[in-house]
């Protein structure tokens, strides 16, 4: 009985906080945002209802990182409060565990990371690409979006692309890879050292075509010095369906990934990305089972030290999910070590401090 009326008040205790600090964190995390947003809506006369639309399809994305610093503080200062009013000190001398007492935030942990993931997986790549079509269409007015660099997309029909350079100057692009789908077999592969556009033809120059069996070995090999693919549509209308990995589902990333990497591109980006979609909404449960045990440590330092040592592990992880990230996608470590290191290191030191607080 006095198991659960001690577990209760511990989530009530985490609730109110940590409603404190999604909003906290989301006026913090949108303010270069919003500066900016109030540049375009004094300098270039923008819309309030169109600034107000991308602040509202930018929201998903923030408090996605919001998340898991809320969670954190929310348990340092739950917690660590009942540490220092000795309240805790009471709740174990009954008789209960301290991995007992804190389940009810383990398991709010886990609500909390599903939720995040799914708001990543389903909802902000949708927010993104609609963010960036808004400011590609509505601010700048540019009717169609120009080539990036870089970025792995889908054309008309059953073709793919990929462009490594964009020669902007000269109008040309470089190191260009097509992939020519098959209901049967593997995709035909064009790679090209040059391309240029004109019309609803994409010209291919110095480049190789190839063609692969079911088991995945070249049966074809043609070298050429030009060919022209029309694609049906104004390439101007094809390149607009570019998406950058922020705006890609896990199954989109997994799409790409399968189709590109056949060719020897260099797919690191999509790897990790497809991976951190798991490994950062994970980190609200982490940082449940990292704050609980760090709270009975220093919570009774009060709660400006919660608060403090809160932002800075959020700090800390954050800086080395940036660091290892470029450290994947650059390939000085393996992609999948790059998404999911920071996420490990952190869960490993959690669970080893939740095991000694228990023990004691």
């Given at each position: 009985m006095h198991n659960k009326i001690f577990k209760r008040y511990i989530l009530k205790e985490f609730t109110t906080p940590f409603l404190m600090g999604i909003a906290g964190m989301t006026v913090i995390l949108m303010s270069d945002l919003l500066f900016e947003l109030m540049d375009y809506l004094v300098s270039r006369r923008t819309p309030l209802a169109v600034v107000l639309k991308l602040i509202w399809f930018k929201l998903p994305e923030i408090i996605i990182l919001t998340l898991p610093v809320a969670?954190?503080?929310?348990?340092?200062?739950?917690?660590?409060?009942?540490?220092?009013d000795s309240e805790m000190t009471?709740?174990?001398?009954?008789?209960?565990?301290?991995?007992?007492?804190?389940?009810?935030?383990?398991?709010?942990?886990?609500?909390?990371?599903?939720?995040?993931?799914?708001?990543?997986?389903y909802i902000v790549p949708k927010a993104n690409a609609e963010f960036e079509e808004v400011i590609r269409r509505v601010i700048f007015q540019d009717n169609l979006p120009q080539i990036e660099e870089d970025v792995f997309f889908k054309g008309t029909g059953n073709y793919y692309f990929y462009v490594r350079f964009v020669d902007r100057?000269?109008?040309?692009?470089?190191?260009?890879?097509?992939?020519?789908?098959?209901?049967?077999?593997?995709?035909?592969?064009?790679?090209?050292?040059?391309?240029?556009?004109?019309?609803?033809?994409?010209?291919?120059k110095d480049g190789i075509s190839r063609e692969f069996d079911e088991a995945g070995f070249v049966t074809s090999e043609k070298k050429f010095q030009k060919v022209a693919i029309n694609i049906g549509q104004d390439i101007d209308t094809i390149f607009g369906v570019q998406k950058s990995t922020g705006e890609m589902t896990r199954k989109e990333l997994a799409e790409q990934n399968a189709i590109f990497s056949r060719s020897g591109a260099n797919v690191n980006e999509l790897i990790v990305d497809y991976h951190r979609k798991v490994s950062i909404p994970l980190v609200s449960l982490v940082f449940v089972l990292?704050?609980?045990?760090l709270s009975i440590k220093f919570g009774k330092g009060g709660t400006f030290l919660g608060v403090g040592l809160a932002i800075g592990i959020a700090l800390i992880y954050y800086v080395l999910s940036a660091l290892f990230r470029t450290l994947g996608i650059e390939g000085i470590i393996a992609p999948i070590l790059g998404a999911w290191l920071p996420t490990v290191f952190f869960l490993t030191i959690g669970v080893s401090l939740l095991w000694e607080v228990e023990r004691v």
């Open positions: 969670v954190l503080l929310a348990v340092f200062m739950s917690v660590g409060r009942l540490v220092k009471v709740m174990r001398t009954a008789g209960i565990s301290f991995v007992s007492l804190v389940t009810p935030l383990i398991l709010l942990g886990i609500v909390i990371s599903s939720m995040a993931f799914l708001l990543g997986d100057t000269n109008g040309v692009m470089k190191d260009v890879l097509v992939y020519r789908t098959n209901y049967i077999g593997l995709p035909e592969i064009i790679s090209a050292k040059e391309a240029c556009y004109e019309e609803k033809t994409f010209i291919l990292l704050g609980a045990p």
